[in-house]
């Protein structure tokens, strides 16, 4: 099935320059698929304009990602083979996940201003539930008969938990882990644009107060790929690590 | 003393309604092999988790003449209870590594186990790389691998092909005889009930009841012993009670 994979691109492509070669939606809305090309080469390969911002978005991203999973799996551990723990604070984690991330924005920058330290607090914080959630049910739910040969085998607490339980909630955690990596990305360039910060959101909302459209559309291109790859990298990490997962 | 012995036992779940599994409930184990036959959901499983202190019961108490248990317990669906992040030999092997053997006597442990069975597993495979009869094989090898004195089967052959069934229920009804290990089988086959065990006992329906013990003394599972006489008459003798 594999060999279809061009297939999607492609009918996109040909869309959109039926669309803007025939002159059916003007440039200014949406220019025709070179220019746009042409722009991202050139940003990346050429002038060079893009690559300070993509650098810096994906500096903050990830670095937010890993500290947000990193967390996220720390305590969604405890949380799931602990019931007390669950319990103290279900309540409190029910409330904080249903809030969108970036109505925390106003507050990150009342504490932090509008640095990058509150960048990094807000794509964090937006990661770290996703991740904490899952590694919550992963460990909670995913080792249910595991448990009872741990019983039967009579297996100590701390190699039960570093042999059977941490192993079992992995399929879990990367659930968590790709849709955290996603969302830390939607974020990033989110609060970019509304900080003003010097990354490819930044760079969207100037080019969006310049009016120069194939700019914004070669930066769609460039976070689109981004994401792309990123999602097929831990893709791979995940079927080498959970090699068991839908055997 | 008996060897089981369990007294006033009372469990019940609270699924849509209150579900009764057993109520005032005593029996006693006298014999090293017994099987147990029972309809489907009469909480035989039930049984055997609280004989294992796996589940609480809500009153009673289960005794055994065993000073120091080592057990060793075959659920129902294997693949469900063996860990596929770890290949098959980490898998087998997995308690006698807890209980800190070494190598070189677990690999020595592991070629008798599988000369006794006249058997052969991919050991560096993943349980997902190989049958669910295998699957159960594994299973069973590893609850007999740290040599316990205290062996509950629930429905251990039911995905075994009909010849490694045979196979591995005469080899393991020899090894537990030999070794006296405590054993007891949950089994919907009452021929294989028969064959295994030295009694066979019969439950009802939920709340358990036992409604009929028989000693058997058939030891093994071939076709001579099944067109026996005495075996067919014994199979008539306990089929009855469920009419």
Not at chain 1, 77 to 95: H, M, P, Q, R, T
Not at chain 1, 171 to 183: D, E, K, M
Not at chain 2, 44 to 67: H, M, P, Q, R, Y
Not at chain 2, 189 to 217: G, H, Q, W, Y
């Amino acid at each position: 099935m594999r060999k279809y994979l061009w297939l999607g691109p492609a009918i996109l492509l040909f869309l959109w320059s039926i669309l803007t070669y025939t002159g059916m939606i003007r440039p200014i809305l949406l220019p025709e698929p070179h220019k746009v090309f042409l722009s991202l080469i050139n940003g990346l390969f050429g002038k060079g304009e893009l690559l300070g911002p993509l650098f810096k978005t994906c500096w903050i991203w990830i670095l937010s990602f890993l500290t947000g999973s990193f967390i996220g799996v720390l305590l969604g551990v405890l949380a799931g083979y602990s019931d007390k723990v669950y319990s103290a604070f279900e309540v409190i984690i029910d409330f904080f996940r249903s809030l969108p991330s970036l109505l925390i924005v106003p507050i990150a920058i009342i504490f932090f201003g509008i640095e990058t330290l509150s960048a990094f607090i807000i794509i964090s914080w937006a990661t770290f539930f996703y991740i904490f959630i899952n590694t919550v049910y992963g460990v909670k739910y995913g080792r249910k008969n595991y448990l009872l040969v741990c019983k039967v085998l009579k297996i100590p607490k701390i190699t039960q938990f570093t042999k059977i339980i941490f192993p079992s909630a992995l399929p879990y955690i990367f659930a968590g882990l790709r849709l955290g990596l996603s969302v830390a990305l939607i974020v990033t360039i989110g609060v970019e644009m509304i900080l003003g910060r010097a990354g490819l959101g930044g760079l969207v909302f100037d080019s969006f107060m310049s009016y120069d459209v194939t700019l914004i559309y070669a930066i769609i291109v460039l976070v689109g790929i981004l994401g792309y790859i990123s999602n097929k990298f831990l893709m791979n990490l995940e079927h080498r690590v959970i090699h068991w997962q839908g055997e | 003393m008996p060897e089981i012995e369990i007294q006033n036992l009372s469990k019940s779940y609270n699924l849509k309604e209150r579900v009764q599994v057993f109520k005032n409930f005593d029996f006693s184990f006298n014999e090293k092999i017994t099987a147990i036959f029972g309809p489907n959901g009469c909480g035989k499983t039930t049984l055997l988790k609280i004989i294992a202190n796996l589940i609480k019961a809500d009153e009673g108490s289960v005794k055994t003449s065993l000073e120091k248990i080592r057990m060793g317990f075959v659920f129902q669906s294997p693949s469900n209870f063996i860990f596929p992040w770890m290949t098959n030999y980490e898998n087998l092997v997995l308690p006698l590594r807890l209980d800190g053997i070494k190598e070189k006597q677990i690999r020595t442990r592991v070629r008798e186990l599988f000369e006794t069975f006249d058997i052969s597993l991919p050991m560096s495979a993943y349980p997902y790389q190989i049958s669910g009869g295998q699957q159960q094989l594994l299973v069973i090898l590893r609850a007999l691998i740290n040599k316990p004195n205290l062996l509950l089967l629930d429905e251990p052959f039911t995905s075994l092909d009909y010849l490694t069934k045979i196979k591995v229920m005469n080899e393991l009804s020899g090894i537990v005889r030999k070794n006296k290990t405590l054993t007891i089988l949950i089994s919907h086959t009452i021929d294989e009930a028969m064959v295994f065990a030295d009694e066979v006992v019969l439950l009802s329906e939920k709340p358990i009841r036992v409604l009929t013990k028989f000693k058997t003394n058939f030891k093994r599972y071939d076709l001579r012993v099944m067109k026996s006489k005495k075996f067919i008459e014994t199979k008539g003798k306990i089929l009855r009670f469920y009419k």
